[in-house]
């Protein structure tokens, strides 16, 4: 099983939302792979994992670094959850994206891929996102996270590519909620977690794994 998380907006909670559901795969298939091309999950994870070697570092090696080399780069989390960090240097597409790509889905472990940056925002004369792109094309399930805003359902419309699901991260007092971006997208509503205040706190604390949230693991419960 291979899920990718990714937005059209940022700020929408997508490395949250990666993290929480990677953890829960892992507890329910006895172990899982949380592949991070944002850069963020060291920090809400609580992982001294920012100087470390990962994805980029892989590519960058070209074919003379054997696929099976990815999993000398993985580090461990809380309960039987590895994370494949972003590493340094830019994550270009082409075959060495491929071979990783197909590593990944032949992959024994559910893999969730926190996709980093909104897509659309990504794309730029360098072809950074790309990388994020191609993995959300190619996954099992393609999950999109969104705030249920006009900016964001507009941003959706125009997405480079269209989700197997949508997690709406609600916030009270909008005035569009989860009926109405799925009318207007069209996609399956698969989870809808609050903003919640404890959430924000056990984030910036690096937290989230060690104290995951109830209400948001119970909010993602059926999103895989």
Do not use: Y
């Amino acid at each position: 099983m291979l899920v990718a998380c990714w937005s059209v907006k940022g700020g929408a909670g997508v490395s949250v939302v990666a993290a929480t559901l990677a953890q829960r795969l892992a507890a329910d298939h006895g172990g899982a792979l949380l592949v991070d091309l944002g850069g963020d999950q060291p920090d809400i994870t609580g992982t001294p994992a920012h100087h470390a070697p990962g994805v980029a570092d892989w590519l960058a090696g070209g074919a003379s670094v054997p696929a099976d080399a990815l999993a000398h780069l993985e580090v461990a989390l809380p309960g039987e959850l590895r994370l494949l960090a972003r590493g340094h240097g830019p994550l270009p597409v082409g075959e060495r994206a491929d071979v990783l790509l197909a590593v990944l889905a032949r992959e024994l472990r559910p893999v969730v891929i926190d996709c980093g940056p909104p897509l659309p925002v990504a794309f730029g004369p360098q072809g950074e996102g790309e990388l994020a792109l191609a993995a959300a094309s190619s996954a099992t399930r393609s999950l999109m996270v969104l705030r249920p805003c006009l900016a964001s359902l507009r941003r959706a419309l125009a997405a480079p590519l269209r989700p197997s699901g949508i997690v709406v991260v609600n916030e009270a007092g909008r005035a569009l909620d989860a009926g109405d971006v799925g009318e207007v997208l069209g996609v399956p509503i698969v989870a809808e977690v609050a903003v919640d205040p404890a959430i924000a706190r056990v984030v910036d604390a690096g937290l989230l794994l060690a104290r995951p949230p109830r209400p948001l693991q119970r909010g993602l419960r059926h999103a895989a």
